[in-house]
């Protein structure tokens, strides 16, 4: 069976619907519009660069187990496996990252929005104030007094 | 040859006494900032805003404005760390370390008050102070900030990262355990939490057996802090690693081969000297 999407911008992706259940909304939504499924289900969050990414991980993962979300594991210890697709998935530019997490987050994809925040989590911890700074084109919006304050605060870093 | 009897202490003492003093100078702040603020109930944050000029009173203030009141309309043109919503920076959070969540927090004003309203600060202080409620005599309790204890503050997620940031040398960064010894003696600094590298720690987690001698440590690899018995583990899980040369042979003949005698530092002994150099002067020995 099919189930067709439409991007923000209008685009139309037919896929399966095993496919399209990985993501929890769609899978809630068909449940409730079983009678009238003629026309596409629109995502008004998601674009249709970022919607592609999306099915083209869901065609890929959609024999994998479901992955129980409110399993409590502290993941800074444990590191999750990466099979080299997704490690090629995962070479996309850092501001496409950051939008196919929104994507994943609005769609409620669980597993890719896990791999996404890892990717996210690794580019951030490297980085220094700055830099993340430059990244983000963020202004620095401490006064001097807070910035004093902060930074003897947090001598722990210079280290 | 053996290692030598007389070694000169007087320069590990000179940074003991260095490290006790700026742990009792924060302490001591950081005591009289709290009674302060217990006594007039004004958060120091926006005190000294509110000092400093009163035309910034409204930006100053640390609470600011909520993060996800922005309308459809105008998203793209947002910067990304707006749009992306709290909880999703929360799962992306929850993979750093301590220490590396505490230099995110130094990005912006918004990032602090993500930073500073993580689960985790409280669970580092529960373990940190695990008898606040019964007033038990805890050895952890006395010897941690030099025995001062926290006093229930205005705003509780804000003073749990900044109580955790002030004692944060003592504290191990992967088992949140503290190491509080009143007394110096020999082990005092074996047992302190030391970096470590974090590419060695995230090695150990996956069961790496061996690095190479030659791993590229990249200079954007930080250090985290790790108690002795965390240290172990991870040295165990993977080991340091020597060059190919050196195994099989004794201790002292590695540390002659690769480190300068103090013969020879006295008579070259400059400053500004570099590494080159020094591994220049220890190829030249003859009997290499």
Known sequence: MKVTLESSDGQVFTVDKEVAELSVIIKEMLVIEQA?????????????VELAKVIEYCEHHRNDPTIDDDEDYDSRKKPIEMDDWDKQFTIVNKEMMFE??????????????????????????RMSPTEIRDLFQIDDDFTPEEQDKIEWEKQWTKL | MSLPKNVDLSGLNLILEQIIETIIDRTVEKL?????????????????????SNSHTNSSNLKGPSLVTLEP?????????????????????????????????????????????????SEMFAKVYPNNNNNNNNNNNETLLGGI????????????????????????????????????????LAFFPLPIHVWRVRAAAKNVEFLPFTYPI???????????????????????????????KSLDSLVTKYRLTRNEIAPNHQSGRLYSEEVALVKARPHL
């Open chain 2, 149 to 188: 204890k926290p006093v229930s503050g205005k705003n509780p997620p804000k003073d749990f990262m900044q109580y955790i940031c002030a004692a944060s040398f003592q504290i191990c960064e992967v088992c949140y355990s503290v190491y509080g010894g009143s007394d110096i003696s020999k082990d005092w």
């Open chain 2, 32 to 52: 009289v900032e709290r009674t302060r603020n217990n006594s007039t109930g004004i958060d120091t944050s926006t005190q000294t805003a509110d000092e400093s």
């Open chain 1, 36 to 48: 009238n499924q003629d026309h596409p289900i629109p995502l008004l969050n998601v674009g249709a």
């Open chain 2, 73 to 121: 309309q105008h998203k793209r043109n947002v910067g990304i760390e707006k749009r992306v919503p709290i909880e999703v920076w929360e799962r992306i959070l929850q993979f750093l370390y301590p220490s590396q969540l505490s230099r995110v927090s130094m990005v912006c004003r918004t990032f602090y008050e993500i930073v500073s309203g993580l689960a985790l600060w």
């Open chain 1, 100 to 125: 196919l997490i929104l994507a994943a987050n609005s769609m409620q994809v669980k597993p890719l929005l896990h791999l996404g925040c890892r990717y996210a989590a690794d580019i951030v911890k």
């Open chain 2, 218 to 248: 990249r200079p954007k690899d930080w250090t985290i802090r790790l108690c002795f018995s965390c240290r172990k583990m991870v040295f165990a899980r993977c080991p340091e690693s020597v060059p190919d040369d050196a195994r099989g």
